[in-house]
């Protein structure tokens, strides 16, 4: 009955998204507020020691995402700059003719040479760098205080 919806996800989720919202917090604090009958003593050490052992798998799946986004990342960067010295040398050999034709054809080669460099840069740049950004969410939620208190 004291249950009010905030998400659909569980309430360590709801506060990891709440410190992905707002990656400023250096330190947390969660407090949560029981029915007075749900209050039991051990409980603060309980949820502690539940988040402990949570934690360490969300790390684990971060180490895996950043290490797996930066293999296909690479890998997608060699091929990338493969297509891309293709596409710079056929545009360059297209270039020279005097064919309005031929000129267009090349320099939308030289661009979607560039392009193909897209992907694989924003994975090993920006995607990354989220990975590592959630991995330092889930370090804040491991190490936060947590406090029961009774409701009133």
């Known amino acids: 009955d004291n249950y009010q919806v905030y998400s659909y996800i569980s309430g360590i989720e ?11 917090y250096k330190r947390v604090h969660a407090t949560f507020v029981l029915p007075p009958s749900e ?9 502690r020691a539940a988040v402990k052992r949570f934690c360490p798998g969300r790390f684990r799946d971060h180490d895996h995402d950043i290490q797996a986004t930066r293999w296909r990342g690479i890998r997608a960067l060699t091929a990338s700059f493969l297509i891309l010295f293709v596409f710079i040398g056929a545009g360059n050999l297209l270039h020279s003719d ?10 939308g080669l030289i661009i979607a040479g560039w392009v193909a460099l897209w992907w694989p840069v924003d994975t090993l740049l920006f995607t990354a760098w989220e ?6 969410v889930w370090t804040k939620v491991n190490d936060m205080d947590i406090t029961v208190t009774a409701d009133n």
């Open 14 to 24: 709801f506060i990891a998204h709440e410190l992905w919202a707002n990656t400023a």
């Open 131 to 136: 990975h590592r950004l959630d991995r330092n």
């Open 98 to 107: 005097d064919s309005l034709f031929l000129q267009i054809i090349s320099e």
């Open 39 to 47: 209050v039991v003593d051990g409980l603060e050490q309980d949820l």
